[in-house]
């Protein structure tokens, strides 16, 4: 697959090799949706899940060079809906995955 971006044309392989850790969002964003969907998969460390409707799941997951990408699911049809990404400074966006954090009892001093 090839894109350009500020006039010159990269080749990206997206199942394999180091370069991925090298992608910013700009060139996460000029991928096809397919091939962002691949590429979360493929390369990016899942966090958290939330649920948006009664069989709607969005998994986050951070990518090697710092963005995070959210993958909907739709948990009736068995199947990925659509990618979004988003930056550090959208950190507020974070916040809608705290009501789905459990953290361990050794943590919270009980047992």
Do not use: C
């Not at 700009?26 to 493929?42: M, R, T």
């Not at 993958?71 to 979004?84: D, G, P, S, V």
């Amino acid at each position: 697959m090839s894109i350009i971006t500020h006039g010159v044309k990269v080749t990206l392989v997206l199942l394999g090799g180091p370069y991925f850790g090298g992608m910013n969002r700009a060139l996460f964003h000029a991928l096809s949706e397919e091939d962002q969907i691949a590429a979360v998969v493929a390369h990016g460390r899942y966090l958290a899940r939330r649920w948006q409707e009664v069989d709607e799941a969005v998994h986050l997951y951070q990518m090697p060079s710092g963005f995070f990408a959210e993958l909907t699911y739709n948990t009736t049809r068995n199947q990925i809906l659509y990618a979004e990404h988003f930056g550090p400074e959208e950190a507020e966006k974070l916040t809608d995955y705290a009501l789905f954090v459990h953290l361990p009892n050794w943590l919270l001093g009980t047992e």
